[in-house]
Structure formats: C-alpha cells, structure tokens
C-alpha cells in the first residue's frame, strides 16, 4: 500500500477582510487548495489580486479572518500571537526580495539566526551553518558580512538561513526580483536542486520565467483563485546545467 501524502499546508476557504473606517476590504475571498509535501508552486497574479496577504498567512505573519489553515497537522487560526512566533521561527523558512540579513553579522552567523531566535543555538550550530553555507557554493566565504558580497550571494545567505530549522517548506517571495538574469537562473537552478531533494516551495512571482520552472502555478484574481495548475513543459535544469552553473558560481564568488 502507498503511504499518504503528507501536506504541507492545506487551505479551506480562507478568507482575509481588512477592516477599514468607511469600509471593509476583502482581500482574500475564499482560497481552498492543499501543498503536498515536495511541491514547488508558484503564487501569481495582477497587483491586488491578494499575493502579499496569502504570503502573510501562509507565513503565519497573521491570522485568517474565516476558513481555516494547517500547516502540517496545527490550525494557524487558532494560534496566539506567541505560537505565531515560534511556529515561524522553528517550521518556517523565509526568503525574501531584499534577503533582509543582518549587516554586522557573517555568513554563518547570518544563516544560524533562526537557531538564535528558537534558543537552540547549541554546540553542532557552526557545524550545520558551515555545511549549508557550503551547500549553496559559500563555503569560501563563511566570515564575511553582506556588503562584502553580491546580490546573488547575498540571497543564497538566505536561502541557507531559510534551511536552518528544517522547515515544512520554504516560501520565497520575489526572491530573484533584485537580481540579473545570470543569478536569477543561479538562484532557481538552486531552488530546483533543493526541491529534487524533498524540499517544499512556494514563490510569489510575477516573471513568467520564474514560475515555468515550478511544477505548479496558482493564479489569484480579485482574492480568489482563479487557476491552480500544473506547469506544462515546466523548464527543468539538467543535472550537468546545474553542476555548470554552480561552478560558474563558485568561480566568480
Ligand atoms: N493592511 C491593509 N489594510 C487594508 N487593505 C489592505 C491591506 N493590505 C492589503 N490591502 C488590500 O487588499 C488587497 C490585496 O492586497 P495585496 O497586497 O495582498 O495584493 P498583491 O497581490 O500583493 O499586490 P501587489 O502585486 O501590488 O503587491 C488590495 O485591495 C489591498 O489594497
Ligand atoms: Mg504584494
């Protein structure tokens, strides 16, 4: 007998209203859809179609105003703003545009920032900071602070704190939105080889680019999902394409 699939998260209804003086905003009217564990979804949609608020649910930022929303076997709408936190700090990994890292602190330091905020920041730490670091082709790097390295870098800092606490997935939002074209594929061809392992992934997007190399893309308009389907003729990286474009990384860090 097959095992179930697990999810990742799963979405029933979700509704989220902005309570203004004069009126009421609807910004999410109704989103139901599951994330198996190991997909790789693209979020896309026109601006004010609801990226940025099912971004902020998903990431447990905030709270659903109706439906509900498990990440894993726990209902987020029923979670204190502590249970919040520390869902987000010990089951969640976060990339964003900016890569917001911490400017004073080093590589390792920046990608064990998570382990900080959980109190787990233990005697193994530098080993497993060391080793992602390492993974994402920085291992040359481990002391430097983020002025001292490129966009493409940089991000892939954040890609490796996004690993640190094993999370249920990663939610990339605009994650190659700052980058050139050569470390945007840099950064995707990452993501896919992080997705080959296992690895959940759901990305805001709005390049057409990005989002044919996820296996699924969910379109919202006016709060509501419009789409949700798979990605034909997905663009997938070889196996040598990637091994070519970590080792052009790796030459010019
Ligand atoms: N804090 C808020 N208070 C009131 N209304 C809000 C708030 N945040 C978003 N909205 C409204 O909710 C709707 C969805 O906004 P959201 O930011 O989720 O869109 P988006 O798809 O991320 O757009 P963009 O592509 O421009 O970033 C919009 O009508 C927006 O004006
Ligand atoms: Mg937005």
Same mark, same amino acid.
């Given at each position: 007998? &097959? ?26 009217? !109704? ?24 971004? &902020? ?35 969640? !990994? ?7 890292? +911490? ?6 330091? &920046? ?19 060391? !080793? ?8 040359? =790097?481990? !002391?430097? =602070? ?40 840099? +950064? ?66």
């Amino acid at each position: 007998m &097959n095992e179930p699939i697990k999810m990742a998260a799963s979405l029933r209804d979700l509704q989220k209203h902005y309570v203004l003086k004069s009126e009421t905003v609807k910004a999410l009217r !109704g989103i139901s859809f599951d994330v198996p564990e190991g997909d790789y979804v693209a979020i896309m949609g026109p601006s004010g179609s609801g990226k940025s608020t099912l971004l &902020n649910l998903l990431g447990c930022l905030d709270r659903p105003t109706l439906g509900s929303y498990f990440l894993g076997d726990a209902d987020v709408a029923q979670m204190s703003d502590d249970e919040l936190s520390e869902v987000r700090a010990s089951k969640l !990994g976060f990339v964003f545009q900016s890569y917001n890292l +911490i400017p004073q602190l080093s590589v390792v330091e &920046n990608i064990e920032v998570p382990l900080y905020y959980m109190g787990q920041l233990n005697a193994e730490s530098r080993a497993r900071s060391t !080793g992602l670091a390492t993974m994402v082709g920085l291992g040359g =790097r481990l !002391g430097h =602070r983020p002025a001292q390295l490129s966009g493409g870098q940089q991000q892939r800092v954040a890609i490796a704190r996004s690993l640190v606490n094993d999370p249920y997935f990663i939610l990339a939002d605009e994650a190659t939105g700052n980058l050139d074209s050569v470390t945007t594929e840099e +950064i995707l061809a990452l993501f896919q080889r992080l997705n080959d392992e296992g690895r959940t992934i759901i990305m805001v997007t709005h390049e057409d680019e990005v989002s044919q190399h996820a296996k699924r893309v969910i379109w919202l308009k006016d709060g509501e999902v419009q789409s949700d389907q798979p990605v034909e003729n997905r663009d997938v990286f070889t196996a040598k394409r990637i091994q070519e474009i970590s080792n052009n990384a790796e030459v010019r860090t």
